[in-house]
C-alpha cells in the first residue's frame, strides 16, 4: 500500500528512525545546555562526541526525549549509547508495525528525476523500486537509483559542518553558519551581489529555480553557474543551433521501426533508459511480426551497441562524417536534402559507407518511423546535423517530439566553469557556494580549479561527503540525501515529482534549498515549507492535490507540452560542413561515464562497485579498454599498466581487451581513483579527470599509449583470466546452444527453432516424484528483451541482504550475486555479437544440488522450488560443486564482519543474514511469495497472476524476466513456458529447469541488393 | 636344579618345557590321550595340527559373526528406510524417498563393520581376555613362552591329576624341566 | 640352527625348492631378538630424534594452521567457485589411498597364503592406520561450519532431521569410519602375541605394565590360539571386501556428480587401482629406509621388496590404463563436455599437472620390467617417491581440472591454493610421520609370530606340520605308534 506522508506522518516516520533517535537525544541535551564553552570543552576532549552535539532540535524532539529520558543514566558516562528504541507516543493513522509502507519520492541525476517508491519498515527504508505511475520509469529503477538506499546508510557520509581554518578543522553548528550566511547577506545586499558565485549542480527542482531567481534578482552582480561533468549539453547547444533555440528531445522508440545512433547510449546511459528499454523490449518480442530494427555506430562497445542488429564500431571522432555519410546516401535514395548536408567521408564498399546506405535504404522505406539518435558526447554540429535528417524523414512528431527547455537562459556547464574559473583567477570571486558536485575533483583539468578554489577567501561546499572539493573549503556543509529530504524535481519530460523523506536526516543534513533560503533570510523556513510554497505558488490544488501528489510520485499533467520549433536548414548546413574525418592516424582517447559510479558521485557505494560492469564484468575499478588488434599493435596484455599521457598531462591505468572496439580507441571510464569521501572509493581505479578539457571533455585526440612494464590484477566477474585458445574455442561452440538465436526471418520460418527435440525423448530411471503443491513456480526470461543492464543483480542485492565481499575476493570468484548477467561474444572477435543471458538459480526439478548434499540442507518444496535451509548447511559446497548453472554462492568468511550498524539498517527483516560457512543462491523470493500468500489469504481470494514479483523481475527494465505459477495454464508465465522460443537450458543433463529461456531474436537487414525493412 | 618353582600357596599344576614344535605337539598328544581335560599348551607361534593334538572342539565364533554381520546389514538397511522414507522424508532431486541402489554402500559398510567387532570382542570374550593375572606368570621360565620355548601346563583341578603320575607323564614326554605352579 | 646365506638370491622361482622368506641367522630366539631389539633400545637414536624433531614441529604447524582456518573462515584457502574444492580433498583422497597397501598386505595376501607378506605386514597396516588418521582430518576440517559436522551422523538432533542417505559424502563418511575402525582391530589384534613378547621381555616396571595392558594378558595358549587363528581369518575375510568398497566408495564422490571428468563408471576400479599403486609406493618409500636403518634385511629380503614392485608395476599399469581408456570414453561417448574436459586437461591450462601425473604414474613405473630396478632398494625408492608425486597429483588433476571448466564458460575460474593450503598440506606428512616414529620407537614393528611360524627353524615345515594360514588336514598320529609300544 502506498499512501501520502504529510507533516504528522513524516513525524511518525521519522520517530521510528531509531538511531535518529540516538542522534535527536544528544542534540536536545546540547540544545538544553548549550553553552559554547561546554562544546569547545567536550570537543576537545571527544572530537567524535562533538559532532553529535551540534544539530538544533525541535521542541517536541525534545519532549519525546523527556518521556524516554529515564534510561539517560549513561549521561554522566564518557560513552553515549549507540542505538536506542524509542516507544511511539501514539500510533500515526494507517500505519502498523512490521508492514512495510511504500512511499513515493523521486532521486535526481544530472537534472532530470527519477520517479521511484521506497519500501519503508517501521521508518528504515530498504528498498527503492520504480513508480510505475512515472514517465520516465514505468516501474523500473536504474542501478544508481536502487544503491541509493546503500548511500543513505552510508556511515561515511559527513556527519557535520567543518570549518577549515589555516589549517585548522573546527566543527561548528548550523546556528555558527545561519549566522555567517546572514551577515553574509546583509553585506552582499550592499554590494549587490558583486564578488559572490554560487556553483551548483544541475537540479530540475522547481523550488531551487525559483530561490534561484529571486537570489539573481536579490544581487543581480552575482554569479550563478552550474556544473555538471557529464551533462547532455552539447546535445542542448546543437538543437539550439538547428532550430535557433534550446529544446529538449524525447524519442519515442515505441513508434519507431529504424533507429540509427551514433555514440547514442539510448538503452542505458541517457536520462531517460529505462523508458527507452521498456519500448524496446515489448517491440523486440516481435509478437506482432514485426520489430524495429536498430543501427549502431560506436567507439566503445555499449550496451546498445550489443542490443543493435547492426553494430559499426568507429572512433568517436568519425561519428560526424559517417553522419553526413549517411545524409549523402539518403539524398541518393531519393530524400529531399539542402546541398551541403550530405557528404562521401568514405570510400565506397567500406563498411562505414555499407553501414550507412544499409542504414538510409531502412530509414527511407521506414518513414516516418525511423529514427536517427546522437549520443550527448557527439559535439553540437552533428546534433544539429541529425536534427536536419529526422525533421527532413518526418521523424517529428512520431519517433521524436521537442519540448521546451527549463531554463533557455542557462550557461552551458563547460562554459559557467570556464566562467567562473576566470572569475576566480582574476579574483573578482571573494565568495564561492558550491551546492553539490564535486568540482575540484571533476572540473576540466585546463582550469586548474582546485588551486583557484583554495585561493578563494570564503568557500562553502554542501555536499553529501566531506569530498576533495570541501577539503579544499574554508566551509563543509553536510547535504540531506534525497531518501531524507523535501523537495522536488522534474522528469525528463517534464512531470514534476514531490521529494518526499522517508527518515529523519541521519546526519543532520540540510538541503540544497535550505541552504539557498538562509541566504535570502528564510532560514526559519524548513524544506518542506518551501516545497510546499513552490507547489502551492506553481500547482495549486492545497492539500488534496498536495496529498494526490505525494501519493502518486507525480503531480498530473506536469509535463510539458510538445513544441514544434522551426528548423533552420542553413544553420544545419553550416554545422554539417564542418564535419570532416580527422587526419588520420593517432589514438583517440574515449572518456565515459562508468556503467556503476557515472560520474563518480557514487563511488563510495558498495553495490555499485561491485556491480559487473554490463560488457567487460569488471568490477572495483576503471581500465583502458583496447581493442584486441591495438593490444597487439601497443603489445600489452590484459592487466598490463599503461601510461595514458595527452596535452603534457598523463594517468597510468591496467589495460583490458575488449572485443568489438574501434580500432584506434582508447576507453577509459570517469569516476574512479577518488582521494576523498570514503574508504570504498579509496583505491578503486584511476582518477581519468586529469585527461579531461573543456575544449576536449569526451574523446581526446593523438593520446599517448606507453607500456609502463607494471601489471595490476583486476577484478572480473567473469573470465577470472586470460581463457587460453582451446577454452576460447570451446567457448564459441557452446554459446550457440546456451542462448539460442535466430534471425525474425528465420524465426518466421521455423518458430520452433529453439526447440531441442533430441532431448524431448529422455526418460528418468526412477520413478520421479510428482509435486503436490497448489502452485508450481517457474520463470521465464526472455533473451530478445534483455539488454544486459545489470538492474536486476542490483534489485536482488537490495531484495536479499546480498554481501559486498570486496575487489580481492570477486578476484578470486567469490562474488555473492544471487543473479548474475553472463555475457558472452560470439563471432569475429574485430566485430563480435553480444549476448546477455541473466543467470538465477534454474530450480531445477532434478536439482543435481539436493541429491548430493549429506545432510539435506537443500531440499525441493512441494511448490518445486529448490530450498537452501541455511541453519541446516554445513558448508560441504558438494551442491556447488554439481550445480551445472554455477549459481550458488558460498560465505567463504563472515561476510557481514565491518558491516557498521547504520548499514545494517538497510538489511531487508523478511530475509535471513546469511553467516560465514553457509552455502546461498536464489530462492525465487520466497518472502515475497509467502507475503503475497498472506495478503491473499486476508482478502479470501485465490493468488492472482502478476501478485508475485520478484524484486529482479520487478526492476527490469525491459520486463524480459516474468514469474509466476505454472499450474495456472493463464499465466504469463505457463504462457511463455508454451511458447515456441522457450527453451532450458543444460537440459541434456535432464535437470528439468522451472527457469526456461525464450530465445533470442535478431532483425539484422537483408544484405544490400533484396533490402526490405521489417514491417 | 630346582624340581620346584618359588613361592608359596596350594600347588596350580604342572609345567613342562619343550624344546621343539615336533616334541611338544607330540606331548600335547599323549597328555590327551592321558584323559586330561584341564590341560594347556603354550607356544610363541600358532601351530596348526595343535588343535588337534589337543583336542579342542572347532569354535563356534564364525556363527556369531555371521549373525553380527545380519544384524548389521538389517540395521543399515532400517536405518536408512526409517530415517529417509518414513520418519522425515524430503524430496531430493524427485529422487525416491528410499531406493534400493543408493542404500546400498552404508547397508555394506554397516554389516562388515559389525561383523569384524563381532569377531574382535568374540575372540577376545571367547578366550577370557583381558586376564592380566595368570599363575604361570610367576613361572620366570614361562617368560619364553613368547619367545622360543613351547609349554605344556595341566591344571591341579583336572580330575586325573596326581601330582607324581602326571609329572612322569610329562616327563616321559620330554617335558624338561617340569615345574610346580603355586595359584 | 642352520643359517641362510645373507647375500643368498631368494627371489629366484625354483621349481620344487622353496626360497626361504628370511636370510641369515634365524631361529626364533634370534628373530625375537632383531625385533624386540628396536623397540627395548635404552634412548633412541640421534637420526630418530631429529627425524621426530622435525614431524613434530611439522604437526604443530598443522595445528596452527588448523586453528588459524577454524577462526578465520575457509576464505584463508584458495577454494572459490566454481572450484569448491581444493587441496583438502585431494590430500583426502590421496592420503586414503596411501591407506589402502597395509589391509591389502594383511588381509587379502593372508588368504592368497603369501607367506612373505608376514615380514612386512606389521609394518604396511601401521602405516594405513596413519594414512588414514591424515585421511580423516581433511574432510573434516574442509567444511564450512566444523562445528556442526555430527549433523552428518544419523543422531536424533534439535532439528528433528536425519542425514540424506542419498549423497555420496555420507557413504564416504560410513566407508572410512568402518575402514578405520576394521584395520585398527586388524592390527592390533595381529599385535597381540608380540605385545606380550615386550612385555614378556620387559626390564622396567613401566614398559612391562603397560605392553602387560597392551598385551592383554595374552599366554600363547593353544586354546586362545586356536580362536584366535579364526578370528583372524575372519577379519581378513571381511577386511578384504573393505579394502575394494572404501576407495570405490570414495570415488563415488566423483562418479555419482554429474561434473565433466567426474562422472564416470570406470572410477571405482580405476580408484582401487591406484590406491593399491599409491599404498605399496608409500610402504616402499617408508620400508626402505627402515631396513637399513634397523638392520631387517634378513627378515626384509629382495623378494620382498622385488614382490612390491611387480605389484607396483601391475596396478600401475592398470592405472595408466585408465588414464588412456578415459580418452577413449570421452571421444566414444560422443559427450561434448566430457571430450573437452580431457581434451582441457592435456592441453589446457593445468596440463602440466597432468602430464606430471602421466609421467610419475604411467611411464616411470614402467621402469619396474627389469629386475635391477625391482631388487636395487636406491632406485626402488626413486620409483615409489615418484609414485607417490604422481598419485598426488592424479587426485589434483582430477578436483581442479574438472572443477574449473564445466558447462558454463561463463562461470569457469582458475583455482590457485594458498599458503595456508600448503602448509596444511605439509603439516599432515608432519602428523603421519610423527605417529610413524612413536609407532617404530615402541612397537613391534615386524609380526613376530607371524615370521617365525615361517621360517625353518620353527619346525613347521617339516613333516606333516604345517605353517600360519594353512587349515586343510587331519590329526598327526605319530604319538599312536608310541603309545602301542
Not at chain 1, 523470493?925 to 489469504?937: D, F
Amino acid at each position: 500500500m502506498r499512501q501520502g506522508l504529510d507533516r504528522s506522518m513524516g513525524e511518525g516516520s521519522r520517530g521510528s528512525g531509531g538511531l535518529s533517535l540516538g542522534k535527536r537525544y544528544w542534540r536536545s541535551l546540547e540544545e538544553l545546555a548549550a553553552s559554547p564553552a561546554f562544546r569547545e570543552r567536550i570537543q576537545q576532549e571527544f572530537p567524535e562526541l562533538a559532532e553529535e552535539l551540534v544539530a538544533p532540535a525541535t521542541r517536541r524532539s525534545i519532549l519525546k526525549v523527556m518521556a524516554a529520558s529515564l534510561a539517560l543514566a549513561g549521561l554522566t558516562a564518557c560513552r553515549w549509547p549507540k542505538e536506542r528504541i524509542m516507544p511511539f507516543a501514539y500510533r500515526p493513522e494507517g500505519y502498523v508495525p512490521g508492514v512495510p509502507q511504500h512511499f513515493a519520492t523521486a532521486l535526481e541525476l544530472g537534472g532530470a528525476a527519477l520517479g521511484v517508491l521506497v519500501k519503508s519498515y517501521d521508518g528504515r527504508p530498504i528498498k527503492v523500486e520504480g513508480n510505475p505511475a512515472h514517465p520516465s520509469s514505468l516501474g523500473a529503477a536504474t542501478a544508481w537509483a536502487q544503491a541509493a538506499v546503500l548511500e543513505m546508510y552510508d556511515p561515511e557520509r559527513s556527519t557535520t559542518l567543518v570549518r577549515r581554518e589555516g589549517g585548522q578543522r573546527r566543527v561548528p553548528t548550523w546556528d555558527d553558519f545561519l549566522a555567517l550566511a546572514t551577515e553574509h547577506a546583509a553585506s552582499l545586499q550592499a554590494s549587490g551581489g558583486a564578488g559572490f558565485a554560487v556553483l551548483a549542480e544541475a537540479t530540475s527542482s522547481p523550488t531551487v529555480l525559483a530561490l534561484k531567481n529571486r537570489l539573481e534578482e536579490q544581487f543581480p552582480r552575482g554569479l550563478w553557474v552550474e556544473y555538471e561533468p557529464v551533462s547532455r549539453d552539447f546535445e542542448r547547444t546543437g538543437l539550439a543551433q538547428a532550430f535557433g533555440g534550446p529544446v529538449r528531445p524525447r524519442l519515442h522508440l515505441e513508434r519507431a521501426q529504424v533507429i540509427v545512433g551514433l555514440e547514442s547510449d539510448l538503452l542505458f546511459g541517457h536520462p531517460e533508459g529505462l523508458r527507452h528499454a521498456r519500448h524496446w523490449g515489448a517491440a523486440r518480442r516481435a509478437e506482432g511480426g514485426t520489430m524495429p530494427r536498430m543501427y549502431a555506430a560506436e567507439a566503445l562497445l555499449t550496451v546498445t551497441g550489443a542490443a543493435a542488429d547492426h553494430r559499426l564500431a568507429l572512433p568517436a571522432g568519425h561519428m560526424g562524417a559517417l553522419l553526413r555519410q549517411l545524409a549523402h546516401e539518403l539524398a541518393r535514395a531519393g530524400l529531399a536534402l539542402p546541398a551541403g548536408w550530405g557528404a562521401e567521408a568514405f570510400a565506397p564498399g567500406s563498411p562505414e559507407a555499407r553501414f550507412a546506405a544499409l542504414a538510409a535504404g531502412d530509414l527511407l522505406q521506414a518513414r516516418p518511423h525511423g529514427l536517427v539518435v546522437v549520443g550527448p558526447a557527439q559535439p553540437p554540429e552533428v546534433h544539429a546535423l541529425a536534427a536536419g535528417l529526422n525533421e527532413a524523414l518526418g521523424a517529428v512528431g512520431t519517433t521524436v517530439s521537442y519540448l521546451p527547455d527549463p531554463e533557455p537562459g542557462r550557461r552551458s556547464h563547460l562554459d559557467g566553469i570556464a566562467r567562473l574559473a576566470a572569475a576566480l583567477a582574476e579574483g573578482t570571486v571573494q565568495a564561492l557556494w558550491i551546492l553539490g558536485g564535486n568540482p575540484a575533483w571533476d572540473a576540466p583539468a585546463e582550469l586548474d580549479f582546485a588551486r583557484l578554489l583554495a585561493a578563494c577567501p570564503q568557500t562553502v561546499h554542501l555536499s553529501l561527503y566531506d569530498n576533495e572539493t570541501s577539503q579544499l573549503c574554508r566551509w563543509h556543509l553536510p547535504r540531506a540525501h534525497p531518501l531524507e529530504s523535501w523537495g522536488d524535481a522534474r522528469a525528463w519530460d517534464g512531470t514534476v515529482s514531490v521529494v518526499q523523506p522517508l527518515i529523519e536526516p541521519l546526519y543532520g543534513g540540510r538541503t540544497l534549498a535550505e541552504v539557498l533560503a538562509a541566504l535570502l533570510g528564510e532560514a526559519a523556513l524548513s524544506a518542506h515549507d518551501l516545497t510546499r510554497r513552490t507547489f502551492a505558488q506553481q500547482w495549486g490544488g492545497g492539500d488534496e492535490g498536495w496529498r494526490r501528489a505525494l501519493s502518486d510520485g507525480v503531480v498530473a499533467n506536469s509535463a510539458w507540452a510538445p513544441l514544434r520549433p522551426r528548423l533552420n536548414p542553413e544553420a544545419v548546413e553550416a554545422a554539417a560542413r564542418g564535419l570532416e574525418l580527422p587526419p588520420a592516424g593517432g589514438q583517440e582517447l574515449v572518456l565515459h561515464p562508468d556503467a556503476c559510479l557515472h560520474d563518480g558521485r557514487f563511488a563510495n557505494n558498495g553495490w555499485l562497485q561491485e556491480l559487473p560492469d554490463p560488457i567487460t564484468t569488471l568490477t572495483w575499478d576503471n581500465a583502458a579498454t583496447l581493442s584486441p588488434e591495438d593490444a597487439q599493435n601497443h603489445k600489452v596484455r590484459h592487466g598490463d599498466v599503461v601510461r595514458l599521457s595527452a596535452g603534457g598531462r598523463s594517468v597510468e591505468a591496467p589495460v583490458l581487451v575488449v572485443p568489438g572496439q574501434a580500432r584506434g580507441v582508447v576507453g577509459l571510464a570517469l569516476g574512479f581513483g577518488r582521494q576523498a569521501g570514503g574508504r570504498v572509493a579509496a583505491g578503486a581505479g584511476i582518477n581519468a579527470y586529469p585527461l579531461r578539457t573543456a575544449a576536449a571533455p569526451w574523446a581526446v585526440r593523438g593520446v599517448h599509449v606507453e607500456r609502463t612494464g607494471r601489471r595490476r590484477l583486476l577484478a572480473t566477474a567473469q573470465d577470472h583470466h586470460v581463457i587460453d585458445t582451446l577454452g576460447m574455442a570451446e567457448r564459441g561452440r557452446r554459446v550457440g546452444s546456451l542462448i539460442r538465436e535466430a534471425s525474425l526471418a528465420a524465426y518466421r520460418a521455423n518458430p520452433e527453432f529453439a526447440r531441442n527435440t533430441a532431448w524431448a525423448k529422455a526418460r528418468p530411471l526412477w520413478k520421479e516424484i510428482e509435486f503436490k503443491g497448489e502452485h508450481q513456480w517457474g520463470m521465464a526470461i526472455d533473451l530478445s528483451a534483455c539488454i544486459g543492464c545489470g538492474a536486476c543483480t542490483i534489485a536482488c542485492q537490495a531484495e536479499n541482504n546480498i554481501p559486498v565481499v570486496g575487489r580481492k575476493q570477486v578476484a578470486n570468484g567469490r562474488e555473492m550475486h544471487w543473479i548474475r548477467v553472463d555475457r558472452y561474444f560470439a563471432g569475429d572477435p574485430a566485430d563480435p555479437e553480444v549476448r546477455f543471458q541473466p543467470m538465477p538459480c534454474q530450480h531445477c526439478e532434478n536439482a543435481p544440488c539436493e541429491s548430493v548434499c549429506p545432510v539435506a540442507a537443500t531440499v525441493h518444496s512441494e511448490e518445486g522450488l529448490n530450498q537452501m535451509v541455511y541453519n541446516r548447511c554445513v558448508g560441504t559446497r558438494y551442491c556447488s560443486n554439481n550445480c551445472p548453472y554455477k549459481v550458488r554462492r558460498f560465505n567463504f568468511f563472515n561476510n557481514f564482519k565491518g558491516v557498521s550498524p547504520t548499514t545494517r539498517m538497510a538489511f531487508n527483516p523478511e530475509v535471513t543474514v546469511r553467516g560465514r560457512g553457509v552455502m546461498e543462491k536464489c530462492t525465487f523470493c520466497i518472502q515475497r511469495i509467502e507475503t503475497a500468500r498472506i495478503a491473499a489469504k486476508n482478502e479470501r481470494r485465490p493468488l492472482r497472476d502478476g501478485d508475485i514479483v520478484p524484486a529482479c523481475a520487478q526492476t527490469c527494465p525491459t520486463r524480459a524476466i516474468v514469474f509466476g505459477d505454472l499450474k495456472d495454464p493463464d499465466s504469463e508465465v505457463s504462457r511463455l513456458h508454451r511458447h515456441p522460443r522457450a527453451y532450458g537450458i543444460l537440459e541434456e543433463l535432464f535437470t528439468r529447469p522451472r527457469t526456461l529461456y525464450l530465445a533470442k531474436l535478431t532483425n539484422p537487414a537483408a544484405p544490400a541488393g533484396e533490402g526490405e525493412a521489417s514491417s | 636344579m630346582s624340581s620346584h618353582a618359588d613361592g608359596k600357596g596350594r600347588l596350580w599344576g604342572l609345567l613342562a618345557e619343550y624344546e621343539t614344535v615336533p616334541a611338544v605337539l607330540e606331548a600335547a598328544a599323549r597328555v590327551r590321550d592321558a584323559g586330561y581335560r584341564h590341560f594347556d599348551v603354550h607356544t610363541p607361534i600358532p601351530i596348526h595340527g595343535l588343535d588337534e593334538a589337543m583336542g579342542i572342539r572347532v569354535s563356534r565364533l564364525p556363527w556369531l559373526v555371521a549373525g553380527c554381520g545380519a544384524a548389521g546389514a538389517s540395521a543399515g538397511l532400517l536405518l536408512q528406510w526409517w530415517t529417509n522414507a518414513v520418519d522425515y522424508p524430503f524430496i531430493i532431486s524427485a529422487k525416491p524417498y528410499f531406493g534400493l541402489p543408493a542404500a546400498i554402500p552404508v547397508t555394506f559398510e554397516l554389516t562388515v563393520l559389525l561383523a569384524a567387532i563381532g569377531a574382535f570382542v568374540g575372540m577376545l570374550v571367547a578366550n577370557g581376555l583381558p586376564q592380566f593375572f595368570h599363575p604361570l606368570f610367576r613361572v620366570e621360565r614361562f617368560r619364553r613362552a613368547s619367545n622360543d620355548r613351547f609349554f605344556i601346563s595341566i591344571e591341579a583341578r583336572d580330575p586325573r591329576f596326581d601330582p607324581r603320575t602326571t609329572r612322569t607323564l610329562l616327563e616321559s614326554s620330554g617335558g624338561k624341566p617340569v615345574l610346580e605352579v603355586e595359584g | 640352527m642352520s643359517a641362510v646365506p645373507l647375500d643368498l638370491d631368494n627371489t629366484l622361482e625354483r621349481p620344487g625348492e622353496r626360497a626361504p622368506l628370511v636370510l641369515g641367522k634365524s631361529d626364533l630366539a634370534s628373530i625375537t631378538e632383531q625385533v624386540c631389539e628396536i623397540a627395548e633400545r635404552p634412548r633412541p637414536s640421534r637420526e630418530w630424534w631429529l627425524a621426530f624433531g622435525t614431524s613434530a614441529s611439522l604437526t604443530l604447524v598443522l595445528f596452527a594452521m588448523l586453528g588459524y582456518l577454524f577462526w578465520t573462515g575457509l576464505g584463508v584457502w584458495g577454494i572459490n567457485q566454481p572450484v569448491a574444492w581444493g587441496f583438502a580433498i585431494i590430500n583426502f583422497v590421496f592420503w586414503v589411498g596411501i591407506g589402502h597397501a597395509g589391509t591389502l598386505i594383511s588381509a587379502i595376501l593372508f588368504l592368497f597364503r603369501q607367506k612373505w607378506r608376514t615380514s612386512i605386514n606389521r609394518f604396511a597396516e601401521a602405516m594405513t592406520i596413519f594414512a588414514v588418521i591424515c585421511a580423516g582430518l581433511f574432510p573434516a576440517i574442509h567444511v564450512g561450519r566444523p562445528w556442526f559436522e555430527y549433523w552428518l551422523a544419523p543422531l536424533p538432533n534439535q532439528m528433528q532431521m536425519w542425514p540424506n542417505f542419498r549423497s555420496p559424502l555420507l557413504w564416504d563418511v560410513f566407508a572410512v569410519s568402518t575402514y578405520f575402525t576394521v584395520s585398527l582391530m586388524f592390527w592390533y589384534m595381529g599385535m597381540v602375541p608380540d605385545l606380550a613378547t615386550l612385555r614378556d621381555r620387559a626390564r622396567s616396571k613401566i614398559r612391562q605394565i603397560a605392553y602387560g595392558i597392551a598385551a592383554l594378558g595374552w599366554r600363547g595358549s593353544g586354546r586362545h590360539w586356536h580362536r584366535y587363528e579364526r578370528a583372524y581369518l575372519l577379519l581378513a575375510a571381511l577386511a578384504t571386501p573393505l579394502v575394494l568398497s572404501v576407495h570405490s566408495v570414495v570415488s563415488f564422490d566423483f562418479a555419482v556428480s554429474q561434473l565433466p571428468g567426474w562422472h564416470a563408471t570406470i572410477f571405482p576400479p580405476y580408484f582401487v587401482a591406484g590406491a593399491i599403486f599409491s599404498g605399496f609406493a608409500m610402504v616402499l618409500t617408508l620400508l626402505i629406509p627402515v631396513r637399513r636403518i634397523f638392520r631387517l634385511e634378513s627378515l626384509i629380503t629382495p623378494r620382498h621388496l622385488d614382490n612390491m614392485a611387480k605389484i607396483i608395476l601391475a596396478t600401475g599399469s592398470m592405472v595408466g590404463y585408465s588414464y588412456i581408456i578415459e580418452f577413449f570414453i570421452a571421444w566414444y561417448s560422443g559427450n561434448p563436455y566430457e571430450s573437452f574436459t580431457f581434451l582441457n586437461r592435456a592441453l589446457g591450462p593445468y596440463a602440466w599437472s597432468y602430464w606430471i601425473m602421466f609421467t610419475c604414474n604411467a611411464i616411470i613405473p614402467q621402469l619396474l620390467w627389469f629386475k635391477r630396478f625391482r631388487q636395487t632398494p636406491g632406485l626402488l625408492l626413486v620409483i615409489s617417491i615418484f609414485v607417490n608425486i604422481g598419485m598426488w597429483f592424479e587426485r589434483f588433476v582430477i578436483v581442479v581440472t574438472s572443477l574449473s571448466r564445466d558447462f558454463l564458460p561463463s562461470s569457469w575460474g582458475v583455482y590457485w591454493p594458498t599458503w595456508v593450503d600448503l602448509l596444511t598440506f605439509l603439516g599432515s606428512f608432519g602428523l603421519f610421520f610423527t605417529l610413524f616414529l612413536l609407532f617404530l620407537r615402541f612397537l613391534p614393528i615386524v609380526a613376530m609370530a607371524e615370521v617365525k611360524s615361517v621360517v625353518p627353524a620353527a619346525g613347521l615345515e617339516l613333516g606333516p606340520h604345517r605353517g600360519h594360514g594353512q587349515y586343510w588336514g587331519e590329526i598327526p598320529h605319530q604319538h599312536d605308534e608310541e603309545n602301542e609300544r
